[in-house]
């Protein structure tokens, strides 16, 4: 054969082969991109993975997210069904937090997420457990661990009893990240129907006044109360600041009545709600 020939025929042959090693040299997606573990949970038969943005349980709203690896195949599960219970053992009792369901994230194969919401901790992170059970193809499993969880610098969440009898908490979840500008403040209300109970709480009102006490406690204008939002089944306003620093937001808790479940109006006597929440950046 000559020369003219065999080259166009050893290129066909170089470029279906490029082509046959690029389809199956495909990258693995990393499911877990950006987040950093807190925890292995750990039975006979499975280890159960916690991830978070920040690799730690804090005060506040906890975002997780799981896997479930078998140990014996070092695989991931991917049609597990998953629920979970955090414990507080106190000294002569024992009581749960508010927390979500577990679903498979979005798009993802084998990772599973949900929130968890920490009202208290002792000082050292201790007392708090975690309980995950899950079922994989019709055969249940279970298990517990204790896990530490950190007290928030500034309060994100409080928990308080209000005017109609009734014990509620209500936690920040964003802004994650707060800039001077109008920020999306988005919370949590959740009831306490038992102590191992919390139920999202649908319908009241959350007003808004962001103070901040070093600056002669001024406030910002554009703010907006929070309004219970049925797709997320969260509270959202609009937060304005102004200025980096340190703030105070002056809550007040109205039931789907209008009425004044906890919280005060800040006025020239009164500096602060005894309802509020902090951030500082």
Request: proline share 4%.
């Amino acid at each position: 054969m000559k020369l003219k020939y065999i080259l166009p025929v050893l290129f066909l042959v170089f470029a279906l082969s490029s082509c046959s090693n690029d389809d199956n040299d495909t990258p693995e997606v990393n499911e877990i991109e950006g987040l950093l573990k807190i925890k292995d949970l750990t039975n006979s038969n499975h280890t159960i993975e916690l991830f978070s943005s920040t690799g730690a349980f804090k005060t506040g709203y906890n975002a997780v997210s799981i896997r479930v690896k078998d140990i014996a195949t070092n695989t991931y599960i991917e049609n597990a069904s998953i629920t979970w219970m955090p414990i507080m053992q106190m000294p002569t009792m024992q009581h749960s937090c508010p927390y979500s369901s577990v679903s498979k994230a979005l798009g993802k194969d084998t990772v599973y997420e949900g929130y968890i919401v920490y009202q208290m901790t002792n000082l050292d992170g201790s007392g708090w457990s975690l309980t995950v059970n899950y079922n994989i193809n019709g055969v249940d499993y279970t298990v517990t661990d204790t896990i530490t969880v950190m007290q928030n610098e500034n309060q994100n969440v409080t928990s308080f009893m209000a005017s109609d009898g009734s014990r509620y908490v209500i936690a920040m979840i964003e802004p994650k990240t707060p800039k001077i500008a109008i920020n999306n403040l988005k919370v949590g209300l959740y009831k306490m129907q038992s102590m191992m109970s919390f139920p999202e709480v649908a319908d009241y009102t959350i007003t808004l006044d962001p103070r901040m006490p070093g600056m002669g406690n001024h406030s910002s204008p554009n703010n907006t109360d929070l309004s219970y939002n049925i797709a997320d089944k969260m509270y959202h306003g609009n937060l304005s600041l102004t200025m980096t620093g340190y703030w105070v937001l002056n809550l007040k808790l109205l039931n789907a009545m209008d009425e004044v479940l906890k919280g005060e109006d800040v006025t020239t006597e009164n500096a602060q709600s005894s309802l509020y929440l902090e951030l500082e950046f």
